[in-house]
């Protein structure tokens, strides 16, 4: 017999005898008495494995891939629910797919862990785009982080985007050569497009521009494509009397 046969065999025998001895006890309480005095760890240990396998059973039924991912960075955004359903629908996202757009990021006295997130995004191949203000066209346009509309979007989407795309000149140091370079950054301005009053986006300073941009690895090309002509398509905003009325006396 073997070293595993006898360890097996010991076993059963402690566990017959377990079963054995407490069949032997003498009415309903002195059992339940002894299997909790004896056996309290092991039967937590059991519910706590069984609660962890059902909960992981559901997760990873429930769990959905990020076709598009998203950023609302320096914005306030009430809520990205109605945005997020009607892009589930205009993508015709499968049933174990979505639309995601994460607010809440601000890099003021946070910035730093808000930056390494998006870099751990950035690093994971998730994300896609990103819906910033002034501020944060200006530091990612200084990394050169945005893709060039220009190039990126097909022609009739760009012709039909390109008054309100706006083009930068970064000029960036290298620290340790000191040869300077100069690239071109483009980003769409949607302070005028419906998809900003779907998000309900806000500025914390009077007068603050929208942008929605393309972060230069994006890990689905057609699908934020796809975005800007959903942005397209949603249309702009009508202008108010009193709109119209401003920039006629401007």
């Not at 990020?66 to 990205?80: A, E, H, K, P, Q």
Request: with cysteine; hydrophobic share 35%; proline share 2%.
């Amino acid at each position: 017999m073997t070293e595993k046969e006898k360890e097996r065999q010991s076993v059963n025998k402690t566990f017959k005898g377990e079963i054995q001895k407490i069949k032997e006890l003498p009415g309903f309480k002195a059992k339940v008495g002894y299997i909790f005095d004896y056996y309290t760890v092991h039967i937590v240990v059991i519910i706590v494995a069984i609660v962890v396998a059902v909960s992981l059973i559901l997760h990873y039924t429930n769990l959905k891939k990020d076709i598009l991912f998203g950023v609302v960075l320096n914005l306030g955004c009430d809520d990205t629910t109605v945005f997020s359903e009607q892009l589930d629908d205009y993508f015709e996202v499968a049933p174990k797919e979505r639309t995601f757009l994460e607010r809440g990021l601000f890099m003021g006295q946070y910035g730093n862990e808000v930056e390494q997130k998006l870099v751990m995004y950035i690093a994971a191949h998730q994300l896609d785009y990103v819906i910033t203000d002034e501020d944060g066209l200006n530091h990612f346009g200084r990394q050169f982080f945005w893709r060039d509309l220009r190039e990126f979007l097909p022609a009739d989407l760009y012709n039909d985007l390109k008054d309100d795309i706006i083009i930068r000149t970064f000029t960036v140091t290298d620290e340790e050569t000191g040869e300077a370079k100069t690239k071109e950054q483009t980003i769409l301005r949607i302070n005028d497009y419906k998809i900003a009053q779907v998000l309900n986006l806000y500025g914390y300073d009077e007068g603050s521009t929208f942008y929605l941009g393309v972060y230069l690895y994006p890990p689905d090309e057609e699908n934020v494509i796809k975005l800007f002509k959903y942005v397209r398509d949603l249309g702009k905003v009508e202008p108010t009397e009193e709109t119209t009325t401003e920039a006629g006396t401007n």
